[in-house]
């Protein structure tokens, strides 16, 4: 650095130590930079994005597997054939052409989608030796997870509405039950899933995943994919805990109100025959609607960070045995169903033998 001896000089001498000092300054300034761009540059190897997760299924024993390989896909085919013959009996037999039963097919129709969105990929999986599912995959499953679970919901509830104004108030059914409101309450049950679904799997999809991509599931379950996520999801609780409760809640709601109405208007009938006829067509609702949402109270309705292995073996009931016992639970305690499905059935193996 050079020294200032005379006056004439400290002017110049002055302005020299300035640029000497901005020049360090600089220096120390870009030497910082370097440092932070080094930081961040470890930070985004830490912080790598996921290209897919690994499924590791129900047990992780390769001879537990065969056995759950060979009992899933059992449980997918009586599931899909149980609830085509539901449809298929309901839309041939004219007698069936009523609000209850509209909602029936529409229940079967959503439980077929929903088996579908979680079984195959186990089954095409164990097939090829694979346990991967990609991003956009885990993305997809999780977004039509979300519309079905919920509007199996919907769809309860719904029923659980019909068999209310069907007891209550059955001189005014016809009148309340119009196909107009029917059509509507099914339309408007899927927008509000459909937009749920996709509310969730936008804030999904704004999480960062690290280098743990593995799950101890069988499909990608909205709340083990949290679990993975190397960023904050309280935004994602607090949406599950506001949006998704209203969303569950409101269905469950309905259906408490709904059989508290009927259980106090059948109480009041003279006779235990009409007790005992009155919640005979109850029966089986109530049973399908305790299977499910017994089930799904156990699971979702805490926080993500508790959610354990052990919870993977309850989603088995919603997912998969639900939609397996809904056509044997609605046609085996059903008279009309029974007489359509013997009817659908007689009438496919008398076209049979004509051939």
């Known amino acids: 650095?050079?020294?200032?001896?005379?006056?004439?000089?400290?002017p110049r001498c002055a302005a020299h130590c300035r640029t000497e000092h901005a020049g360090f300054q600089g220096g120390r300034r870009k030497a910082a930079a370097g440092e932070e761009g080094d930081s961040s540059d470890m930070d985004g190897d830490n912080q790598t994005m996921v290209t897919e997760f690994l499924l590791l299924g129900l047990s992780g024993q390769s001879e537990q597997e065969e056995v759950l390989f060979g009992l899933f896909l059992w449980m997918?085919?009586?599931?899909i054939i149980g609830n085509v013959l539901i449809v298929l009996a309901i839309s041939c037999?004219?007698?069936?052409?009523?609000p209850m039963y509209f909602f029936l097919a529409n229940l079967s129709c959503v439980d077929i989608c929903f088996s579908s969105v979680t079984t195959p990929k186990m089954l095409l999986n164990h097939m090829v030796g694979s346990k991967s599912i990609s991003y956009v995959e885990c993305m997809t499953q999780i977004y039509f997870f979300i519309t079905f679970i919920n509007m199996d919901g919907f769809l309860l509830s719904v029923m659980a509405y019909d068999r209310y104004v069907?007891?209550?108030c059955p001189l005014h059914y016809s009148i309340?039950?119009?196909p107009k409101l029917c059509v509507l309450l099914v339309a408007a049950s899927w927008v509000i899933t459909n937009l749920h679904a996709l509310l969730h799997t936008l804030l999904m999809v704004q999480l960062t995943f690290c280098f743990n991509n593995t799950m101890h599931h069988f499909f990608c379950?909205?709340?083990?994919?949290?679990?993975?996520?190397?960023?904050?999801?309280?935004i994602n609780d607090l949406m599950v805990f506001t949006v998704g409760g209203l969303i569950f809640l409101t269905p469950f709601t309905c259906i408490i109100i709904s059989y508290a109405y009927i259980l106090s208007n059948v109480l009041k009938l003279p006779s235990a025959h009409g007790i005992r006829k009155a919640l005979s067509t109850c029966?089986?609702?109530?049973?399908?609607?305790?299977?499910?949402?017994?089930?799904?109270?156990g699971v979702y309705m805490r926080p993500s960070s508790s959610y354990s292995v052990q919870d993977t073996v309850a989603t088995v009931i919603f997912t998969v045995v639900t939609p397996l016992v809904n056509p044997f639970i609605y046609s085996?305690?059903?008279?009309?169903?029974?007489g359509a499905l013997k009817k659908l059935l007689g009438r496919h193996s008398f076209a049979s033998q004509g051939v």
């Open 93 to 98: 037999d004219r007698h069936l052409h009523t």
């Open 1 to 10: 650095m050079t020294t200032c001896d005379s006056g004439r000089e400290q």
């Open 332 to 338: 085996l305690r059903n008279r009309d169903m029974k």
């Open 283 to 297: 029966g089986s609702h109530l049973t399908v609607v305790s299977l499910f949402y017994g089930a799904i109270l």
């Open 221 to 234: 379950d909205p709340y083990a994919v949290l679990k993975l996520s190397c960023s904050d999801t309280f």
């Open 166 to 168: 069907a007891i209550c």
């Open 76 to 79: 997918y085919l009586v599931t």
């Open 176 to 178: 309340i039950m119009k």
